[in-house]
């Protein structure tokens, strides 16, 4: 058996399209959108109770570590990196990396999406591991489903063993293109899921954005452990210029790869794309009900409530969504605007 | 000048359609749903300050005599008649009747509807009165404005001063009936709003409903007063067979007239209805907000809520109540429906 995979959580996200259910003190990754566990839970249990995964490294802001620690539960065994500050998704990758062992296959998963099929993600994760021990930097390609406007796109390149090379990124097309990239079938979004050698994502990091690795490192070199939590030191990586790892590594790397996954992915990405992850508690009219709600001659609604009761009468393809004191009533077109709404961005 | 009119404000009216804000012990009648003032104080000051009407009797359940006498204030020189139990208009106008002068005038008042014209209002009452003490039964003839298959309508007959003899009443006619009375511009709506003698009413109930005659009687005679308040004997009015003063007089009198009145008049059936009454206050766009209410991309929006903010967002013509532990959230067709609903009907 080949060495375990090591899971690197990262715990971004604010979900702000999913007020007011998601806030800045209890943020998307922490809420149980999808049944029972949140968003988060299911992140850590999906490389669990597995020997081939080893037990995940969590990189995730100060605010958020007592919700970790308390949804992961004592004696857990994760090592839990505390970002001083969020500088997007390259130095906490980066970060992760520089604690690992050079030779060290990490996958990367962020844990503010949700996957329906399990053994397809874990699946994808093994040729994805198997690419990166090539030095190949693996992204996974969500199976496109529709013309979304929103995500980053990878085109196909040549196959290689499990996967393909990466041809082209493209970051949020406009919506010809997105349709254009739906019907040529070369397009999977990019799901911001990622294999890597941890040592060639370092060295790849500093070809790049060479500042960036050099404050990393020094960040690492002059942390600190406090129990399960690794403390980088706040100054050097407070001065990184924060990036994605898209941008930063891999749309300039020329070993940029990717593992085809159909694995029932969402980003949940606002009310509207719950209410499709939900689709199997649908009722007949794909009414979807979490809470004490009535419906009465709806059709395509769902209702959330953490209190009071909602009663729904006539309505089509209404979210409504109750949440301690405030009431969100959106249509699905309209969800994607939630974010910018007085209640979202005022908080 | 002739003697002054009698208002009789009735109080009924539960209102389970503009639930969750009309309950059992805050009914339609006594919530602010057009300005500030409830619809029964609205009622009140309708023939208020105006030595043409006297203070009005009251008759009401007891189970709203404290709403009533907290809505009227100190020292209000009304007449309060405790109904011992509802038994629909006819007994609790016989009771009132009873009560005054035979020759008395009474304007028959229910409080659970709008009129935005006031000054309309009064001079149909003083045509009303002029008819009433010629000893006819005088209705309220309503300008219908849409094919509502929700109200009893008028026909027009032979003309009378200042109004007409009806020639027919019509209770709920069908869709296609009511297009047809609103087209022929010969029917007006009942709008519950009555000008009778006492003498000849109380007359024409023990002709058409001799046993609800005697009963109010007796009620009205081993009745007794308590302050303000009036409380007919329990035992013979929990006798009576309850019954519309339309069944029960209109109906069967050869002496019934209307007067048409053009008032602004809105029975508030539904929130629908509300967010008509309430079109002066609408932003540009038709929406009417009552408490803390975020509109966005919305029209003909009607979101009212007594606490928490409400956010709405892409949604037309779709009424929001916010009330306690209760969210509603229905379509403007819908609104018809709201009284069925279980939190409506389960209070």
């Known amino acids: 058996m080949s060495t375990p995979i090591h899971p690197v959580i990262l715990c971004g996200g604010s979900g702000t399209r999913l007020w007011p259910l998601s806030r800045k003190d209890r943020p998307k990754p922490f809420l149980p959108l999808v049944g029972e566990q949140t968003l988060f839970e299911q992140a850590v249990g999906r490389v669990g109770g597995d020997d081939r995964f080893a037990a995940p490294i969590i990189v995730a802001g100060s605010q958020h570590i007592d919700l970790i620690e308390q949804q992961l539960g004592p004696a857990s065994g994760n090592r839990l990196v ?4 969020a500088k997007n ?76 090379r990466i041809a082209r990124f493209v970051e949020k097309p406009d919506r010809a293109r997105a349709e254009e990239y739906l019907a ?37 070199e002059t942390g600190r452990e406090a129990g399960p939590r690794f403390l980088p030191a706040a100054e050097p990586f407070e001065a990184i210029h924060g990036d994605s790892i898209d941008y930063a590594v891999m749309e300039n790397t020329d070993r940029a790869a990717m593992v085809p996954a159909a694995m029932g992915w969402s980003d949940i990405g606002n009310w509207a794309a719950l209410q ?55 249509t699905r077109e309209g969800a994607q605007r939630v974010g910018k709404l007085p209640g979202a961005s005022g908080q």
């Open 82 to 85: 505390v970002e001083p500050t």
């Open 89 to 164: 998704t390259a130095p906490a990758i980066a970060l992760a990396a520089a604690l690992l062992d050079p030779d060290a296959i990490m996958l990367v998963c962020p844990s503010d999406h949700h996957i329906a099929d399990e053994a397809a993600f874990r699946a994808a994760a093994l040729a994805a591991a198997e690419l990166a021990r090539e030095d190949w930097l693996v992204a996974f390609g969500i199976a496109a489903t529709r013309p979304e406007t929103g995500y980053g796109y990878l085109q196909r390149g040549e196959p290689l063993a499990g996967g393909y």
């Open 276 to 330: 499709d992850a939900l689709a199997s508690v649908a009722d007949g009219s794909g009414n979807v009900a979490r809470g004490q709600i009535d419906f009465d001659g709806c059709r395509g609604v769902m209702a959330l409530s953490d209190g009071p009761r909602v009663s729904a009468v006539g309505l089509e393809d209404v979210c409504i969504v109750v949440s301690g004191d405030e009431v969100l009533v959106t």
């Open 184 to 220: 040529s079938g070369e397009y999977s979004w990019n799901g911001g899921i990622f294999a890597f050698r941890a040592g060639r994502l370092l060295e790849e990091v500093k070809t790049h954005r060479p500042e960036m690795a050099r404050l990393v490192v020094q960040a690492v």
